[in-house]
């Protein structure tokens, strides 16, 4: 297989199969290898995409911790995983860069089933210091594992969890290591105090005392010059994180090699406790136009690396994230109650339109799903109206929030639920599997999915003008069908749904953005002789049970459809015909959800055919219920 940059010559890393091979490189030879990862990254990512502006910035500290660090024994744990294709580079997985984030090929995180290099799986943030202190546990009864390394960005760290990993690692006081990757981004501009404290950190405290002595002199009298001309600070004064009970070392520069070789070694060398190392990284370094772009590169599509021109596919339609934008902002010139909060992810909730038509309604709270959520809910009884725009899989950490906080003091928090369904190269840890089941299951909470995007804009309108409890609407990833869309957004009749084809033999029932498959199955069930019904539900709960009733009395089939995991919207129907008595009767019923196991990344459609969810298989599954015997299944796939 030819590697993306066999043109480039890359002597050193040509010499690196495993981080063993790491060890044998001198110094200087490091430095150099670091600039040919660099390139590597550049290359590969050009032809695959990715999250290109991070995994640049950490190139020099990916060589370092491998250079000095007895990695798999020692385990090196990358939060959030999106920065670490220069240690999948040199990992054992160069040859297959190429196939990153796509089809049978190599996740865009970490992944334990990957490589042993990989002792912790991620994509959702801040996961990582609590995952280095169990690993630090189990070496401290007597596991086979070495040191556990946490490399967090100054982004992640801003997430409660982080804290309370701090908080627990701090009191134990054990041997651990936490690299605070800090490159002053996030996605987004990172936001919040702590991000303000950090910037503030750049010089303010110098190298921690039992590790001091180790360290050569200039780096010594470089970060206490720094410390006293920026900021005046006294020798006695503390970091959070010493007051945390960590040794703060620091802040260094993450693209010096040498400063990085010798805080690393004298950090292991001399740590008992746990111990954070500041590091100060440029995001996208080392490549001008990630470098000069605002997001530095953050996730890219495919790119020319000579100009960093980056291949955009032309959309047919306007994406659902932009049609959300759109229309709240619409709601909002309306309704001056209406307020957006966003963990993080402006852009890609499209909470940013909304930001620039009311930017003083608009509450970013960092990489704080949790805080997100309970923050809504104290807006909300507070008297206004707070729609969270959080995607999908990232809500779920807002669980017990939107449980204790929300429903059960049924507050009227609007939830725009983006990315639901099936998201592509993000893969399995980003896809919204859950949301309709975790929701439906809750007292006092109204569920609803778009068909369209048409649908969205008024289900933010019904979301507006709905004050009687939670409320929350989904919709998927990317771009819509293509409908016209309404002026202005109508509120719907809260639970009830809507036949959109009249047939007499099977029924489909679909909720959500699986509509237009639905409708397709159905073209291929008529062409076997039976004509179909098929209705958007639109509510999963409330049910729309005169809907159902009527479609179990006319039909003998009926087929629920949706974009999410058992135990949703089809396990809310089901109960429904089951406590109403039509499992008795002659009705078939089956349920198409996704497959009761994480599905990896592909392309959407790819990945729905993997799930079983395509229109053959709607039509394929509503034929062998209607025992429509002559039809072979394989036919119709
Ligand atoms: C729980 C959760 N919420 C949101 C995200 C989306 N997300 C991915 S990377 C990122 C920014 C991380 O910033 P930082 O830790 O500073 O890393 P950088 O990309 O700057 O290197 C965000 C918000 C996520 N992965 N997990």
């Known amino acids: 297989m030819r590697s993306p940059t066999e043109a480039c010559q890359t002597p050193h890393l040509d010499r690196v199969n495993a981080p063993s091979d790491i060890k044998s490189l001198t110094d200087a030879e490091l430095s150099l290898l670091a600039d040919e990862v660099r390139e590597e990254v550049i290359a590969s990512v050009a032809t695959t ?79 990582s210091i609590s995952a280095a202190l169990g690993f630090t546990i189990a070496r401290d009864m007597g596991e086979a594992v070495g040191d556990a390394i946490a490399v967090i960005g100054d982004g992640s760290i801003s997430a409660g969890m982080a804290y309370e990993a701090m908080n627990n690692a701090g009191a134990m006081g054990r041997r651990m290591f936490v690299i605070l990757n800090d490159n002053e981004m996030s996605i987004a501009p990172p936001v919040g105090a702590m991000s303000n404290y950090m910037s503030g950190l750049s010089g303010l405290k110098d190298i921690a005392s039992g590790i001091e002595a180790a360290l050569p002199g200039p780096i010594r009298d470089h970060a206490r010059r720094a410390r006293q001309l920026v900021t005046g600070a006294h020798e006695e004064q503390s970091t959070l994180f010493e007051n945390l009970g960590f040794q703060y070392i620091g802040p260094i520069d993450g693209h ?24 100060c990284t440029t995001k996208g370094k080392g490549y001008a136009p990630a470098e000069a772009s605002h997001d530095s590169y953050h996730g890219v599509s495919k790119f020319d690396p000579a100009t960093g021109i980056q291949a955009k596919s032309k959309p047919n339609a306007p994406s659902y994230t932009q049609i959300f934008g759109e229309a709240l902002a619409d709601e ?48 909300a009884a507070g008297g206004l109206k707070p729609f969270v725009a959080i995607y999908s899989s990232f809500l779920q950490r807002g669980y017990d929030q939107i449980v204790h906080d929300v429903a059960l003091q049924n507050l009227p928090v609007r939830f725009a639920i983006d990315r639901a369904g099936l998201v592509g190269a993000d893969g399995a840890t980003h896809a919204g599997a859950f949301d309709i089941g975790y929701l439906a299951a809750l007292p006092n909470m109204v569920v609803m999915a778009a068909s369209d995007e048409a649908e969205l804009v008024h289900m933010v309108a019904t979301a507006a003008a709905y004050d009687k409890g939670p409320i929350a609407f989904r919709y998927p990833r990317g771009e819509g069908e293509g409908v016209m869309l309404p002026e202005k957004g109508i509120p719907l009749e809260i639970g009830k749904g809507i036949v959109v084809r009249q047939g007499f033999d099977v029924a489909i029932l679909s909720f959500g953005a699986h509509l237009g498959e639905s409708q397709r199955a159905a073209d291929l069930i008529e062409a076997q002789g039976l004509t179909v019904t098929v209705a958007d539900a639109r509510f999963a709960k409330p049910l729309d049970k005169h809907l159902i009733d009527g479609l179990a009395r006319k039909h003998s089939v009926l087929i629920t459809v949706e974009q999410g995991a058992e135990g949703g919207f089809g ?56 025992q429509v015997q002559r039809v072979k299944v394989t036919d119709i796939r």
């Open 332 to 379: 909002a010139r309306r309704d001056p109650k209406i307020v957006g909060i966003t963990a993080a992810m402006p852009g890609g909730t499209g909470l940013d339109i909304f930001a620039k038509a009311h930017p003083n309604r608009m509450f970013d709270v960092g990489i704080a799903e949790q805080h997100g959520v309970t923050f809504a809910a104290g807006v």
């Open 49 to 127: 995409g990715g999250h290109l502006g991070s995994s640049l910035g950490v190139v020099e500290l990916t060589v370092a911790l491998h250079a000095v660090f007895d990695t798999p024994r020692d385990k090196l744990i990358w939060d959030v995983g999106h920065q670490c294709y220069p240690h999948k580079i040199l990992t054992g997985r160069r040859d297959k860069m190429h196939t990153l984030r796509q089809e049978g090929g190599l996740s865009g995180f970490t992944k334990r089933s990957e490589s042993e290099f990989d002792p912790f799986g991620a994509a959702h943030s801040s996961t």
């Open 571 to 626: 396990a809310m129907v089901l109960h429904h015909l089951a406590n109403a008595g039509w499992l008795e009767k002659s009705l078939a019923v089956r349920t198409i959800t996704l497959p009761d196991r994480f599905i990896d990344q592909a392309s959407p459609d790819a990945m729905y055919a993997d799930a079983g969810m395509t229109a053959g298989d709607i039509a394929a599954t509503a034929l062998q219920a209607a």
């Open 256 to 279: 010096d090699m040498g400063q990085l070789l010798s805080v690393l070694r004298a950090a292991r060398t001399r740590a008992t406790g746990p111990v954070l190392i500041h590091c």
